[in-house]
T-cell receptor
Framework: AQTVTQSQPEMSVQEAETVTLSCTYD???????LFWYKQPPSRQMILVIR??????QNATENRFSVNFQKAAKSFSLKISDSQLGDAAMYFC???????????FGKGTHLIIQP | DAGVTQSPTHLIKTRGQQVTLRCSPK?????VSWYQQALGQGPQFIFQ???????QRGNFPDRFSGHQFPNYSSELNVNALLLGDSALYLC???????????????FGEGSWLTVV
């Protein structure tokens, strides 16, 4: 079974600075997808960024980028120019290429200091 | 374009009772998945429905069952409620067209279930 580990229960960053959230996963599969989801107090999970395992290039979405290290099974999220609206729980998630159920980590609570 | 909608938003049930939660997928999506998120935890996959059949199931007992209707909407049923079933239940939808897919999964805002 796949597992996803987020070792940082909480992170704090000053507004406008850069923060990196860590995620490691364990799998024996070669075909899979990785995601970062944001969950604000409204509780709705919002997709931040996704990475296909077969792609070597790291995904980027505006201020959000990932560092995907396939051999190390690491998938960190970098948020540049942090904004107050970025404050939320962030979840790393894994999905096998052959199935659609997501496996989530326990999440990292991101605090943005004004 | 309406996203994923869930009802009810909040509900309180007594231990031993049964509950039904409902979900309407995002317009055009044909696949619905359900997740349970306990307080302070990440969501856990319960099961997925596609073409009105359960296609994949997580590590949940048979007390958890579901249904998908021809219009792709779905219900999650939980029988013989336990205190430990108290959680946020999230519905997610995607356009799958088969089980191998990298399509984006969209989530609803969830249904808060409290079992007393």
């Amino acid at each position: 079974a796949q597992t996803v580990t987020q070792s940082q229960p909480e992170m704090s960053v000053q507004e406008a600075e850069t923060v990196t959230l860590s995620c490691t996963y364990d799998t024996s599969e070669s075909d899979y997808y990785l995601f970062w989801y944001k969950q604000p107090p409204s509780r709705q999970m919002i997709l931040v960024i996704r990475q296909e395992a077969y792609k070597q290039q790291n995904a980027t979405e505006n201020r959000f980028s990932v560092n995907f290290q396939k051999a190390a099974k690491s998938f960190s999220l970098k948020i540049s120019d942090s904004q107050l609206g970025d404050a939320a729980m962030y979840f790393c998630a894994y999905r096998s290429g052959g199935a659609d159920g997501l496996t989530f980590g326990k999440g990292t609570h991101l605090i943005i200091q004004p | 374009d309406a996203g994923v909608t869930q009802s009810p938003t909040h509900l309180i049930k007594t231990r031993g009772q049964q509950v039904t939660l409902r979900c309407s997928p995002k317009s055009g999506h044909d696949t619905v998945s359900w997740y349970q998120q306990a307080l302070g935890q990440g969501p856990q996959f319960i099961f997925q429905y596609y073409e009105e059949e359960e296609r994949q199931r997580g590590n949940f007992p048979d007390r958890f069952s579901g249904h998908q209707f021809p219009n792709y909407s779905s219900e999650l049923n939980v029988n013989a409620l336990l205190l430990g079933d108290s959680a946020l239940y999230l519905c997610a939808s995607s356009l799958t067209r088969g089980l191998r897919s990298g399509n984006t999964i969209y989530f609803g805002e969830g249904s808060w279930l409290t079992v007393v």
